[in-house]
């Protein structure tokens, strides 16, 4: 258990629709990344939080959007689903810079 | 995964030692780690070194990386049915904000 955690485990919903994924990170670490892993694209960085504020962007879409509140945790949110949004989607936390330690994910299926 | 590259998948007797190989491509990279994914769950992180090392040993875990030739292994010895997974490496990049860029992945049996 690596202290991460993330809400929901699964998620089943519609094209066109919106969702929101949470996580909590480990006691004490401020970072937050987002990450996407899809059979297509592998593991791709989203985004990441530090702190409340916005520190890197990868490959997220404008369709995807994440905040990180002043409790820390995070939520990734996601609209206008569609087809190729299902994938598995992880949160990792940090407590400095040289390791991240990753939630158990949250599978999303958009039928 | 962008510029980090696994070989796909490894066999293995248990018992035997295994090697996974990931090749990078950032200099600047700071950090390398290893990740262990089993079905259905997140990513475990087995161990990590940095870049001013050669080789670390933890347990049966012995990371190699080769700067030069921008070359990093894994080798698990005696290893167990319970290490069948998905492995992957990654490195960390400053200049990206920290983010980790992850391998395809190396899916790693087991057999008895």
């Known amino acids: 258990d690596s202290g991460v955690t993330q809400t929901p485990k699964h998620l089943i919903t519609a094209t066109g629709q919106r969702v929101t994924l949470r996580c909590s990170p480990r006691s004490g670490d401020l970072s937050v990344y987002w990450y996407q892993q899809s059979l297509d694209q592998g593991l791709q960085f989203l985004i990441q939080y530090y702190n409340g504020e916005e520190r890197a962007k990868g490959n997220i879409l404008e369709r995807f959007s994440a905040q990180q509140f002043p409790d820390l945790h995070s939520e990734l949110n996601l609209s206008s689903l569609e087809l190729g949004d299902s994938a598995l989607y992880f949160c990792a936390s940090s407590p400095g810079a040289d390791t991240q330690y990753f939630g158990p994910g949250t599978r999303l299926t958009v039928l | 995964g962008e510029d980090v590259e696994q070989s796909l998948f490894l066999s293995v007797r248990e018992g035997d030692s295994s090697v996974i190989n990931c090749t990078y491509t950032d200099s600047s990279s700071t950090y390398l780690y290893w990740y262990k994914q089993e079905p259905g769950a997140g990513l475990q992180l087995l161990t990590y070194i940095f870049s001013n090392m050669d080789m670390k040993q933890d347990q049966r875990l012995t990371v190699l990386l080769n700067k030069k030739d921008k070359h990093l292994s894994l080798r698990i010895a005696d290893t167990q049915t319970g290490d069948s997974a998905i492995y992957f490496c990654?490195?960390?990049?400053?200049?990206?904000?920290?983010?980790?860029?992850f391998g395809g992945g190396t899916r790693v049996l087991v057999k008895p």
């Open positions: 990654a490195e960390r990049r400053p200049a990206a904000g920290n983010k980790l860029t």
